[in-house]
């Protein structure tokens, strides 16, 4: 055997070792999943346990649903951070985060995790007014059994559509509502399929027009350093080692953070 051979054949069996007690795991999660399901059933024997590892599936077909409704919470929990994302006001905010960024010619200041995360809070900032408006309108009803869950998740819905409606361009709307070969609808009769795309297409528009804003005072000094270099004849000197620190100085007298978070949150109309 030689030796490459036997080195792949080592870390192969260690990766194996590793990974055994997962799928271990998984396999028994899978197999419980119909079992736990199935516990509103009348039992043959109320003392005896079950455990199966394998791939039965429920007989009854109510208990196929509930296990089904678990595979679909499992998922929808796996997509929520992408709908926080998409659905609110984040995108804009990141994106003109890291054109902020660029434009100060600055790689890894801030830290991605510092820029995500204030992206986070300035998002749950901004987005107070509409989560108050679900929560009285569809929480808090459905909490004192009022409402039904299907009544809730409408009022929730509602709330977001006309907040993401509020921020779309009608023309982008427009268009995947003629993607989806939809007649003349009103605006809050509008899916969240046709609203969504729209208000992504929108906040990615809005977000790079205010990154170009940004990027031009930054672009007037590199052109400016690289201008009196030349004059000087110093080839030799990066203008970027120059104007670095004249980016940096100048952000900083202007407070330009706090002028981008107050453009960015009156870009939403807070």
């Known amino acids: 055997m030689n030796a490459p051979f ?4 080592k870390i192969g069996r260690a990766i194996c070792r590793l990974l055994a007690p997962g799928l271990f ?3 028994a999660l899978f197999a419980l999943v119909p079992e736990a399901a199935a516990q ?5 024997n109320t003392n005896s346990f079950n455990f199966n590892i394998g791939m039965n599936l429920p007989s009854q077909p109510k208990e196929m649903d509930v296990a089904i409704r678990i595979v679909f919470l499992i998922t929808l929990l796996t997509l929520a951070p992408s709908l926080v994302m998409l659905m609110t006001c984040f995108t804009r905010i990141i994106i003109v985060f890291s054109f902020l960024r660029n434009a100060l010619s600055l790689q890894g200041v801030p830290a991605n995790q510092l820029m995500v995360g204030f992206a986070l809070f300035l998002t749950f900032f901004i987005m107070t007014p509409v989560y108050q408006r679900m929560d009285a309108d569809a929480i808090k009803p459905y909490q004192a059994n009022q409402i039904t869950g299907e009544q809730a998740l409408d009022r929730a819905s509602g709330h977001m559509r006309e907040f993401m409606l509020r921020q779309a361009r009608p023309k982008d709307v427009e268009f995947f509502v003629g993607l989806a070969k939809m007649g003349p609808t009103a605006a809050d009769k509008l899916p969240l399929s046709v609203v969504i795309p729209g208000f992504i297409l929108s906040e990615l528009r809005t977000g790079f027009q ?4 940004l990027f031009i005072p930054f672009i007037l000094i ?8 030349m004059s000087l004849g110093l080839m030799f000197l990066p203008p970027a080692t120059i104007s670095l620190p004249l980016k940096i100085l100048l952000f900083v007298l202007v407070d330009g953070w706090t002028l981008v978070v107050r453009s960015l949150a009156l ?3 807070v």
């Open 267 to 269: 870009s939403f109309g």
């Open 210 to 213: 205010m990154g170009f804003l």
């Open 40 to 44: 509103a059933a009348p039992a043959a």
């Open 25 to 27: 795991l998984a396999l």
């Open 222 to 229: 590199d052109f400016v350093v690289a201008i009196v270099l």
């Open 6 to 9: 036997h080195l792949h054949f």
